[in-house]
């Protein structure tokens, strides 16, 4: 998150805009309000300058864990009415056929396998924003967990299959448990109602520990899971620092909050005239580690046999 840092160092005057211009952007989400990546977003734009009201409209559209039902403002965008739009997390999914105006997006999907850009690099279209996809995450979390606890011998891997870039992560967990003797156990599922099915398997497998991968899904029903895991005596490991708030044990991962701060830079750029298809989607490359000390008492975990607790960004006490 180096370049958050740079741009909240910036003066609000470099990003002053024409008085008499007033932007119009739609903010497509699928998330439950209050809406904390909006809350990022705002503060952003508001570094760079843009004042809601006078040179910047703000227009909200929301539709909790059903992103099919974004397809009518989508149809709206069409008529190209709109100077962007901003999609948080699976709404992009209603977002794919719209070409008459700049989408920004933040996914924690593949945008390529997704079909929204051609690359990460070399974007082509009219859709670029961050993804929070990372591989090499996958690995450092089995690591993470294999610290803490030593003896860990099988792992419960809950996954929605349903998720963009889903196979290239579990393939990357599981090269990272075997190179550590572990036995990872995939436990898939696709769409919310399959959840509790999911997660009485995952019960079943007699695992040592819960890897949850980072999506929209898990993440809406993170106190869910998180419940699951202290009840069913799991340590569990998540992708974002909001499931341990819920009550997960570890988390290891992008500062959602921050990323969507910097998204406000590009969408300053696309305001001022670039195009989203030369500006590279962006992935985060500073991550955070997230404790809860709680649930690690709960579960009789001595953190302190590991450096995991002393190295860690933020703890729940």
Not at 47 to 69: C, D, F, S, T
Not at 113 to 137: A, H, Y
Request: proline share 5%; charged share 20%; aromatic share 8%.
């Amino acid at each position: 998150m180096a370049l958050v840092g740079g741009a909240m160092a910036w003066p609000v005057a470099a990003f002053a805009h024409d008085s008499t211009r007033v932007y119009r952007i739609y903010w497509l989400s699928t998330q439950s309000q209050p809406d904390p990546f909006l809350d990022g977003f705002r503060e952003g734009l508001r570094a760079r300058g843009y004042v809601e009201g006078k040179n910047i409209v703000l227009e909200l559209h929301y539709a909790i864990g059903n992103p099919q039902a974004l397809r009518e403002v989508a149809s709206e965008l069409r008529r190209g009415r709109v100077d962007l739009a901003v999609s948080s997390g699976p709404a992009t999914r209603a977002m794919t056929e719209v070409a008459e105006v700049p989408v920004l997006f933040a996914l924690s999907g593949d945008p390529v396998e997704l079909g929204l850009v051609r690359s990460l690099g070399q974007p082509g279209g009219n859709f670029t924003g961050s993804t929070f996809l990372s591989l090499e995450l996958a690995g450092k979390r089995v690591e993470l967990l294999k610290e803490v606890l030593p003896n860990l011998r099988k792992l419960a891997v809950l996954s929605n299959a349903n998720h963009p870039g889903e196979q290239s992560e579990w393939h990357a967990t599981t090269e990272a448990a075997e190179k550590l003797g572990v036995v990872p156990h995939y436990v898939p599922f696709s769409g919310a109602n399959e959840l509790d099915s999911a997660l009485g398997l995952a019960g079943e497998a007699r695992a040592d520990a819960l890897l949850v991968f980072p999506d929209v899904l898990t993440m809406v029903h993170r106190a869910k899971i998180a419940d699951f895991a202290i009840t069913h005596r799991l340590p569990s490991m998540f992708g974002w620092g909001e499931y341990c708030d819920a009550g997960g044990l570890l988390s290891y991962g992008a500062n959602q909050r921050a990323t969507y701060f910097w998204l406000a830079t590009y969408a300053d750029r696309i305001l001022r005239g670039e195009k989203p298809a030369n500006l590279p989607v962006f992935q985060p490359t500073k991550f955070e580690l997230v404790v809860n000390l709680r649930t690690a008492e709960r579960l009789g975990i001595d953190l302190d046999k590991s450096s995991v607790l002393f190295r860690a960004n933020r703890v729940i006490e």
